[in-house]
């Protein structure tokens, strides 16, 4: 069996900026073709109702004709770059560059909409794909989903994944009351450091907290993942971390992925450790085998693939 923790989706093609063309035909046949028996989708966070109306994505002729470029990683020789990336605030979303107000949360998460279309659009798919949940960072909004979507939606999700990048703001600022598991992207700028991600699961006990991105392999923060009962890793997308080690890892020796799985192992159990693609950023393909080539037990393999998802989320099969 082979669960993908990590995966996300497009639920309205044209609301997305990057990788716009990732949506259900694409995640199902991904799953179909790699013998995927369940996958915890998430929306894809690049969403346009997120950015600035001045923002360069709207009017960059790259970005129009190539749809997957990602416009964060434009060269700064770029003409057309004129970055307005938006900051998520309790009062709402800020655009960092100008100052615009882009979305007030006195009234609900723009992201409730893309949830709710996630969880109605895969009703029919339930047992193949269990939807997360993609919250903003903002103490007057989360509480309010989280509440909303367990009273609502009770059953037709397993969790909530936090992006401390795109909201640009530390997941150990926020506090929530809720017994279901958190992914939470991680990565080397400070915002996104694993360290506000293991505060948040020191600040909530209760919860499992799945650390993505392989913590960056740090030292420091592989061995506080083993030390914490319920703090968890993802080594996902692992050929993309180890292509872009100086952008996304702090050991920078990686030459790839199988590489990040052994350096992984040697601080972690594999009871610690949940297998996922990131796709469409991953390779879900390359990912499995991986995994399969690791010099470990059949029984690690199993708690890779599929075990521990299935503890942490609840997954009855």
Known sequence: MIINSHIHVATYPNDYYFYSDFGYRQLLADCKSNHVDICL???NPKLAILQCPKDCSFYCPISKSKPNRNLQNCPSSCIYKARHRMEVQDLGIFCKTCGNLIWDFSCMDPLRLFNIALIEQTKAMRSLVKPILYLSLSNKSIQKEIDFFERYYAGEFVGYKLHPWTDQRRVSDIHVHTKLPFLIHTGIRELESPAHAIAFAENHPENAIIIAHAAGLKEEFLQK???TANVFLDCCPSFFLAEHKKECLWNTS???????YEMVLSYLSSEKILFGSDSPWGNTKKEIATVKSLAISGEEKENIFF?????????IV
Do not use: P
């Open 254 to 260: 990686i030459t790839s992925g199988k590489e990040i």
């Open 225 to 227: 993942i083993s030390s």
């Open 307 to 315: 075990r521990n998802a299935m503890k942490i989320y609840g997954l």
């Open 41 to 43: 989708a998430c929306i």
